[in-house]
């Protein structure tokens, strides 16, 4: 309690802005503190360009017990690159491992959920799957039947603007696994964005 009082007043004495959205994502960091739980939880945060979403989610990007990229793929979950001989090169190149019992942070999720609607429909199903924890295989004429049929435990936290009707109808009929956060938006004054720009604190400064 007190390192959550002291990490809430530094955040509100430097950027006040994002202690909504931190404090989610904290929230599903420590999921995976919970003692016999093994379903994994997506959790993302929407809001408006300049809300700090980003930001938020690059602040734990050098913790331990994360695991930090800015674009993946379908595929990249269980790999069948034709390009790899080896299935021991394939088990270093499969993300899901990697994100076994660690927090999965993508910051902008907005280009994948904005893809053509079967490429869309084959992510989703992939992300449904995964989420249940119970791992994942799948088969192709390169590698055969590979993958992780495996408890795998994990936490997701990513952010976008705001989520396509789309998006919406196709995970109606795969089932509730993504859980969404909106950030509240406070349009600035012009005398706020002066004040902001002119203040002695740094932007990066404030991250430190």
Not at 21 to 40: D, V
Not at 83 to 105: G, Q, T, Y
Not at 174 to 192: H, N, S
Request: net charge negative; charged share 25%; proline share 5%.
């Amino acid at each position: 309690r007190e390192k959550y009082s002291n990490l809430r007043n530094e955040v509100q004495n430097t950027m006040p802005e994002i202690w909504p959205g931190l404090e989610f994502e904290l929230s599903i960091l420590r999921i995976l503190s919970i003692e016999g739980c093994t379903l994994p939880f997506i959790g993302i945060i929407l809001g408006r360009p300049s809300s700090y979403k980003t930001v938020i989610i690059s602040l734990l990007k050098k913790w331990p017990n994360t695991f930090y990229t800015d674009n993946f793929t379908a595929r990249s979950f269980v790999s069948h690159s034709t390009a790899v001989n080896s299935k021991e090169e394939l088990e270093e190149i499969d993300m899901l491992p990697k994100i076994r019992n660690k927090l999965f942070l993508t910051p902008e999720l907005s280009p994948i959920f904005t893809t053509k609607e079967e490429d869309l429909i084959q992510l989703l199903g992939i992300i449904t799957r995964v989420a249940d924890g119970h791992g994942y295989v799948s088969d192709s004429g390169a590698h055969g039947h590979r993958g992780y049929d495996e408890d795998i435990m994990f936490t997701w936290t990513g952010a976008a603007v705001d989520i396509p009707y789309k998006v919406y109808k196709i995970l109606g009929n795969l089932g509730a696994k993504l859980y969404f956060f909106r950030m509240k938006f406070d349009e600035q004054t012009p005398d706020e964005l002066l004040d902001y720009a002119t203040t002695d604190q740094q932007f990066d400064s404030k991250l430190l």
